[in-house]
């Protein structure tokens, strides 16, 4: 299955940039802090995963603890 982009006018566009963000050089900038910001979320949230798969395996299993009643007969 093929992603499908959305059209972006240029015109629209470029006059974005060029009134509201302040020119090219800064738009730049935008979404360059923008990819960071991206990046350190995903480095955030996969460490914190980690810690909790670390908590889990920790925990002991149940299963394995001997009882030691006799159930009754």
Same mark, same amino acid.
């Given at each position: 299955?093929?992603?499908?982009? /959305?059209?972006? =006018? ?11 963000? !302040?020119? +090219? /050089?800064?738009? =730049? ?11 350190? !979320?995903? +480095?955030?949230?996969?460490q914190?995963?980690g ?23």
């Amino acid at each position: 299955m093929k992603k499908q982009f /959305k059209h972006i =006018n240029p015109k629209i566009l470029l006059r974005k940039v060029y009134t509201e963000q !302040g020119g +090219v /050089k800064e738009y =730049n900038k935008n979404q360059q802090v923008i990819g960071i910001l991206k990046f350190a !979320g995903v +480095v955030w949230s996969i460490q914190k995963l980690g810690r909790i798969v670390d908590k889990i395996e920790r925990l002991p299993i149940k299963a394995l603890e001997k009882k030691d009643e006799e159930p009754p007969c």
